[in-house]
């Protein structure tokens, strides 16, 4: 129990402390917002602080803090540091720095500030690889409230009839001005959310069950190693590059820069305490991790999720969890098909504000969504891990890029760090995973770090070259 304990205080000391380093780095100042400079009454539109932060954090917190942290808890309480430090360090800069560039480029996509500071060859990767991931991830937010809810519905109601129902729902939400649907359910979604994080921490602490402390080593019951694979794992709770989509949607909604170290570190670090309770709860609640990975194998994810909320929290409790873990997913969904809209109306030209025009985007995006949700969960989930962690990458160089252009070259180390790390995750990532190229450890793991050094080098360098031609 102690571990937890001192995970959570270090997470909130990290945002007090770090949060404000980061925050001074990228230097907020009274310049005008895209929601008050546009305010197009459809996607930049002002938002009340407190309010964009429950959207921002609905917007990330999607099954990934929930489904990945049980999964990750496979590998044993080594998956706390991870999650913390992985936060603090890599994902709520990541979502800062992803925001507030966005919301000093007129809420421009991660896509579109790639090809500014990267160049256009990485604009038109980066246009690929949002729209990919964001259907992915539209889809994976489809099956997985989809499986929990057809649970506690009647036969009839079954799975396909809730994937058909959320799809429905999607249509509104990427559609409708993002005041009028989102703005209004989400802070309600909120509030659940945080009183389903809270009872389930309260189950852990007045249940009586035994939290394991913190050990480095690798208890996963298949021998599955922890790097590279528990980095992708717990993506969402830790760093996920799917946020570097959804921040320059709020960071159109925001009416002060000053506003951006709550909403988009503060929601990160929000997002890391959901995640931190439920792998506590996975390990906590089976007692032993061959135990969880045979839960999350025969029932699902979802199934591990509602055995562990009904049992520990009892039926009011549990449904009550259940319901928080149902919308999480579903408010990550909807923002997913909406960002991948606003993407594709970049590349495309075409004017938001017409109805028409955001129909043609959405409805094909959409029913794209609908056939893979035809797919394998665990296919769609691993593929969206590693494309959440690649993207992660690329975002925290563009971040790099933008604070060296702005003469901040030292200070480019809380950006360059985790981008190589990061960097090294992906590249060893999918050289050695069975859904990659299958290779050994011994070929990924050295391909893995020279990649990273190489990069890391060539940061380097070009803060050398910088520095010399403003000295001079």
């Not at 999918?430 to 050295?446: D, Q, R």
């Amino acid at each position: 129990m102690i571990s937890l304990i001192l995970s959570l205080i270090v997470l909130f000391v990290g945002f007090a402390v770090y949060g404000h380093v980061v925050e001074k780095i990228f230097g907020p100042d009274d310049r005008q917002t895209p929601a008050i400079a546009i305010n197009d009454g459809v996607d930049c539109v002002p938002m009340k602080q407190w309010k964009a932060f429950l959207v921002q954090l609905l917007n990330i917190a999607g099954t990934g803090p929930i489904f990945g942290a049980l999964m990750g808890a496979c590998f044993g309480p080594v998956v706390f540091l991870w999650i913390v430090f992985g936060s603090i360090l890599g994902g709520a800069v990541h979502d800062y720095m992803s925001g507030m560039i966005s919301c000093r480029h007129k809420g421009a996509s991660i896509a579109e500030l790639s090809g500014d500071f990267l160049g256009n060859a990485a604009k038109w990767i980066m246009r690929v690889f949002s729209i990919v991931l964001l259907t992915l991830t539209g889809t994976v937010f489809v099956n997985s409230p989809a499986a929990l809810i057809a649970r506690l519905t009647p036969a009839a109601l079954n799975e396909q009839f809730w994937i058909v129902a959320i799809l429905l729902y999607y249509v509104l939400a990427t559609l409708l001005p993002i005041d009028k649907l989102i703005g209004k359910l989400y802070p309600v979604f909120g509030v659940i959310l945080i009183v389903m994080a809270l009872s389930v921490l309260g189950g852990l602490f007045f249940g009586g069950y035994t939290i394991p402390e913190i050990t480095l080593k690798n208890l996963h019951p298949t021998g599955l190693s922890v790097w590279p694979f528990m980095f992708v794992t717990v993506a969402c709770g830790a760093i996920s590059g799917f946020h570097a989509t959804q921040s320059p949607m709020i960071a159109k909604c925001i009416t002060s820069e000053k506003q951006g170290r709550t909403v988009f570190f503060g929601a990160m670090i929000a997002e890391s305490v959901i995640a931190l309770i439920w792998a506590a709860a996975g390990v906590a609640f089976y007692g032993a991790t061959d135990i969880l990975n045979e839960a999350i194998s025969t029932l699902g994810q979802s199934g591990a999720v509602y055995e562990i909320s009904n049992t520990m929290l009892g039926v009011v409790g549990g449904a009550l969890a259940v319901v928080g873990v149902v919308l999480c997913p579903i408010t990550s969904g909807d923002t997913a098909f909406r960002s991948a809209r606003l993407i594709l109306a970049e590349m495309t030209r075409l004017d938001q504000k017409k109805i028409i025009n955001r129909l043609v985007i959405t409805l094909p995006l959409l029913g794209v969504g609908a056939v893979l949700t035809q797919l394998d969960f665990n296919v769609l989930w691993r593929y969206f891990s590693w494309s959440n962690q690649t993207l992660a990458m690329i975002s925290l160089w563009v971040a790099t890029a933008y604070l060296m252009k702005e003469g901040r070259r030292f200070a480019s180390l809380v950006t360059a760090a985790p981008a190589a790390f990061m960097s090294a995750v992906s590249l060893t990532y999918i050289l050695m995973a069975n859904e990659g190229f299958g290779l050994s450890s011994a070929f990924a793991y050295p391909a893995g770090a020279l990649f990273a050094a190489s990069l890391f080098a060539l940061y380097c360098a070009l803060n050398r070259r910088t520095t010399r031609q403003t000295t001079a």
